[in-house]
């Protein structure tokens, strides 16, 4: 099952921009480490966009051996076309990846019939769970079409809130009870999302800090709020404010604290990601040091 | 040299949602023998997003030998992974198309120098001219983006424009002269965007009316505006706002045109695109009885 | 009651910008003339948003007294302050109008719960039926809010449909049945929309062509589809592609038509709108004459 | 001249609803005991798109009087209609105002044209300078309409930077060196922005701490930045998080503050905008009692 604490990894990217495999192990290990209960690849952080089906096969190979029985594997399987997304999700299954997550079609205008049906078909394979990608390329899931999925396969289980509306959560508890778990997958909404009764959460923000994201959802389950929001302020907040408010460098803020920080060994991106400009690299690096996550020394060169 | 009257055509498909080889090459035939100067196939009219990378080499075998010769050929290969678009662009060069259509990256917001460099590394694929798709997946490409394309690309010569915006047909051409062609690329408006200066037609309605839109180009061409307004009104318009006013259901207008005009066998659709309406087939067949396309016979069927 | 052909005009100013008054009683008697049976002003088409609140007060007297028994008015009152609209909307009932037109407020980002609010505020002032104008700004109107007004007030009775999706004529039917009428909104799916069930037209078509719609409308009630599409095709496809197709640009385009008709006296609009290009004028003369709106030596001025 | 740090304030209601003009004079003298250097009322922020004229007219009236000699003041004149917003722009000159804040035209889709007219008609208008507001209605203003509303108006001089774009402010400053002052205007993206090379502030975190923000201000002027950065981390990022991360609930955000540090009387918004969550209500209270903003005793009371 999947709760409490899941952290999204990037795909590390050698200085050619293939995947550097032990990177990437690396990456799991160190997330691991940090206590966190379950892993996503391939989301939009795994630029899942620009990989071919063959590097995301690879990839779902590494993970699900790497994390065997110490936490559980998410894997993102979505696609513009219903039948490609399918097949990877049978893939995945196969592999005992425990959940797949799901963005609506993104390319073209799509029907709300289309978007229940390109769920439902993907439930409907193997022997794994759907989590529906709320918000997920920028297409917000009715609650209506969750139902609707809902009658078609029994495997829709979790919805990742990227969504701005923390009261989804509770709209969401409303109209499903426990069959249908949210998780809190907005790094700038982690507080209102939790204390609105997300069971769990899916962030980036988790490969800098999953040991304190784990004390905050841990604090928020006690209903102990106010030591939650200053773990949030202290440690969170500054974190998801550099990386998360400008939607198409979050995923080189991750690869470049990530480099920084010694986990990964390149924070290459794959075009069309470009890289940051230095002034972002700057405040970001400011960021790690404040928060003690690379000394000054290493702040220094810059 | 793509110019004049060129058609998007669709990916036919079987029941089973295979595709259809017979049909496609009968498509083929069908378009050429309306007297088309060029095809364009995998656009989002070819449900490209829908297609395993295989499928499209396939596709890309059978038009490239049919057509050779006889029509230009310019196949798409938009992808929201530059390189994985670029790959596809290298195929198409190999086998001889003439030109490749891109949209701006698809998934996620992406930053006009990722823009930039999307267009460009496929643009120095090979030997095969670039045509930029304006509007695809919804986004607008700035004129400023196509001067910094071509200024990393000699390959940067055909705009198809579909943002609905006929002026820019002529600012284009005052910012580039002859050196990027644009294509009015938007079955509503055609007759706007001719009459601006397009040097010709990438769309979709021709593979209805291929012949009637080779004769207003012609006419307009020979600046006798009002007679191709007439063979316009009659003839493009009635089909144009059927096919063209619901985004996403133009594709299966022309599957079920083309099936019903006994072009293709089947009009089966990938999802996430789901079958039109019963009204919506009446409305179309209507259209098609009143343009002679199908016999009444056929259309009292429904 | 609100049913049948509505025409949606435009508020005619001349050349100084100022309302004239002589031109909008003409127009008003041009579209009764035509035989229609209703009429909406400070619609979108009546560039409402650019209108002072002393202008909209005095077209509706102007209005109001002109139709009296004649017609039905309907009167736009939309805007981004709730209370504002409601206020415009109290001054339509006192004047005795049929109903009030009103879409989503359009400034940021509105939540459900307050587009729920803003047009059951609207509904439940005076005594005048309430027009939700789905699709205006931009901006869909789920069948859940319309549900949730109608709790709220009574005097919700009808929906204006932009939107591209005709399905929602016969959505809306199965869940409200007679109590909520559907009115076509989109003067490029007059078609699909009427075959749906649509209860009337809301269209700015109706400008040029109010007899031909009322036409249209009483053979779909006949169920004589073959022939209203004849109609159509004949004489509301040329039309709505040149007018309809680029959004920005719908307003001239009935305004520059009904001058060159002799229906106003000017063909001024307000900014931020500005004038069609020469080409634009050309394209749409061209159609009228085709369309005998206007005789060929008018034309030929061009 | 406008620079430094400028707050945004909202407009103060009773329970009424009604302008609450003892609150608004208390929350100028606020802003200014904490050492801003400019006020901008009937921003987003002031809900100036509910507020009719003779009401935007007296708080124009009550700023200018208030503030006299001790800070700058703005005045947004946003409008839908370019001769409404001019004529609100040259009541603020008469005033006294410094300058007027603008969006681009909101309502339906606007060409480019039709925005460089807009803003070019409200920069000729008396004696005041133009601020344009990028993205403000969600609206990116090009860096080509900027230069083409410089050539036909010497008023043009900020622009308040929203669009998700640091390195927007240094585009700027190439393209007019200092003739246009770049100020940020995100308050989730402070940082990047100033080392961008921002001339000032306009945000409304500024409402609850703007003597920080003058400090954070300064210090990146020395090129402090480290220092810069950990008095943003501690004080900013934990503010701005909770109450810029759901576009719709800013507002009520900022009041709900404003009430509860006893500024204002009441936290009152118009529809539609609707009242916050209690759990968001608690979020919000929480992190002021962190920043000891408020006391624990009055955060107990949640």
Do not use: W
């Amino acid at each position: 099952m999947i709760k409490g604490n899941q952290v999204i990894i990037p795909t590390p990217f050698n200085e050619q921009g293939e995947i550097d495999e032990r990177s990437l192990i690396n990456l799991l290990d160190h997330v691991m480490n940090l206590g966190t209960e379950g892993v996503i690849t391939l989301g939009t952080t795994g630029e899942f966009y620009a990989l071919t089906n063959a590097e995301k096969k690879r990839i779902i190979d590494i993970a699900s051996e790497r994390l065997k029985g110490r936490a559980s594997l998410t894997v993102g399987a979505s696609h513009s076309g219903t039948d490609i997304a399918a097949e990877l999700a049978a893939y995945a299954s196969e592999k005992g990846a425990d959940a797949v997550l799901v963005t609506p079609p993104y390319y073209g205008q799509v029907t709300t019939e289309g978007m229940i049906q390109h769920f439902a078909t993907i439930g409907l394979i193997g022997n794994i769970d759907l989590m529906i990608y709320d918000g997920g390329g920028g297409v917000e899931v009715p609650v209506g079409v969750i139902d609707q999925v809902r009658q078609l396969t029994t495997r829709m289980r979790y919805l990742k809130l990227t969504t701005p509306k923390p009261s989804k959560v509770r709209e969401i508890h409303e109209a499903f009870g426990g069959e249908v778990g949210v998780l809190a997958g907005e790094d700038l909404l982690i507080m209102p999302e939790l204390i609105e009764g997300a069971i769990g959460l899916t962030t980036a923000a988790g490969n800098l800090r999953a040991d304190v994201l784990t004390n905050i959802f841990q604090l928020v389950q006690e209903k102990r709020y106010q030591e939650a929001q200053v773990l949030h302020d202290r440690h969170i907040a500054p974190q998801a404010i550099v990386t998360g408010s400008i939607r198409n460098e979050f995923i080189q803020c991750f690869k470049f604290a990530l480099k920084e920080m010694g986990v990964i060994a390149c924070d290459k991106v794959r075009l069309p990601l470009t890289p940051l400009s230095e002034a972002r690299k700057q405040n970001l690096k400011q960021m790690l040091i404040n928060q003690q996550l690379i000394s000054a020394a290493e702040g220094s060169l810059v």
